[in-house]
């Protein structure tokens, strides 16, 4: 029997990304609401208690809204959204984060699906706290620069509509000047850290696609830390996965630049250690498609981990 798959928001970015990942699928049965009742909350309630598995890809507030409609305990969800990313009783989905993230997922009633630049910086920061390397009381700086996809409806026409008052012919530009981020939160309890974690985000004039940096001046970390024992760590936690990979040095050290498009339509994160040894400074990159791991195809891996398939069924984008 399919399993019956409720979008809640499927007509924006990441809905409509997911539903293009899933439409092929023989495996599952869709509900879908007509343009006439699909703000009807009687009709919306109906269908978040009917489907096996409710996908939230809403504003945070709707989010929470949509969660605290569901009143069938056999539902399961799963939340794009940044509401539930630090809510006890949500399991964060980044299946490669620890060795238990996939049997926690996989049994869970209520998944929240990691942010994009979070999937990045925590895949860099845990490892290296977790090892000992990195202390949790760390002064810690996240840098990133992400396509404007990232942004939703709004940032995506400020970019792309010539006819939105806001149109911008600006190739580059920072954001968050206030220093809180959603995101930042999420980075400091994942990536178990004491303190929130300076982040400098950026947007690009490109769709999606993005690049993630933690710099650290290993001269200053207790244990007199080297280049290797970065690379060693962050390579250790995740030899054998499927979807993350890690440089090797010598891949890094040939490279002179990095294109934050690079990994676009897929759901894979690559990681890399450009390190200094003689002086003694790295910089930890992640590269990833903001709307593929970052977002939707990692939503997917999470669907097939918790109904027992092949996870990588269907999170790539057809060509």
């Known amino acids: ?3 019956k798959i409720f979008i809640d928001g499927e007509a924006g970015t990441t809905g409509l990304q997911i539903r293009s990942r899933l439409d092929q699928r023989k495996d599952l049965e869709f509900i879908r609401l007509g343009d006439d009742v699909r703000k009807d909350p009687a009709a919306r309630k109906a269908a978040l208690n009917s489907a096996d598995i409710v996908i939230l890809c809403l504003p945070d507030d709707a989010a929470k809204e949509a969660a605290g409609l569901i009143e069938n305990p056999a539902v399961r969800v799963i939340d794009a959204s940044s509401a539930h990313r630090t809510t006890p009783g949500w399991v964060y989905g980044l299946p490669e984060m620890t060795e238990r993230q996939r049997q926690e997922i996989s ?6 699906n990691p942010g994009c630049y979070p999937t990045g910086a925590v895949s860099l920061i845990r490892p ?3 090892g000992g390397l990195l202390p949790a009381d760390w002064p810690v700086t996240v840098n990133a620069i992400s396509g404007y996809s990232g942004g939703g409806k709004q940032m995506i026409a400020e970019f792309e509509d010539e006819t939105s008052p806001n149109y ?4 580059y530009r920072i954001y968050a000047m206030g220093l809180e981020h959603k995101h930042v939160e999420e980075i400091r309890v994942h990536g178990e850290l004491a303190h929130r974690p300076l982040f400098a985000p950026a947007v690009g004039r490109y769709a999606q696609g993005m690049i993630v940096e933690v710099p650290l001046q290993l001269w200053a970390l207790p ?3 080297t280049v290797a024992q970065v690379h060693e760590a962050i390579a250790e936690a995740y030899a054998g996965e499927r979807f993350v990979s890690v440089a090797a040095p010598e891949e890094a050290a040939a490279l002179k630049t990095l294109d934050p498009e690079g990994l676009n339509g897929t759901n894979n994160l690559k990681l890399f250690v450009f390190g200094n040894e003689d002086r003694k400074q790295v910089r930890l990159v992640a590269l990833l498609d903001n709307l593929g791991k970052g977002a939707s195809a990692q939503a997917v891996q999470c669907l097939n981990i918790m109904l027992g398939i092949d996870e990588g069924t269907g999170v790539e984008l057809a060509s």
């Open 1 to 3: 029997m399919a399993t």
């Open 107 to 112: 049994g869970a009633s209520r998944v929240t």
């Open 128 to 130: 290296l706290v977790r």
């Open 168 to 171: 911008t012919h600006v190739p």
């Open 223 to 225: 244990g007199d830390v």
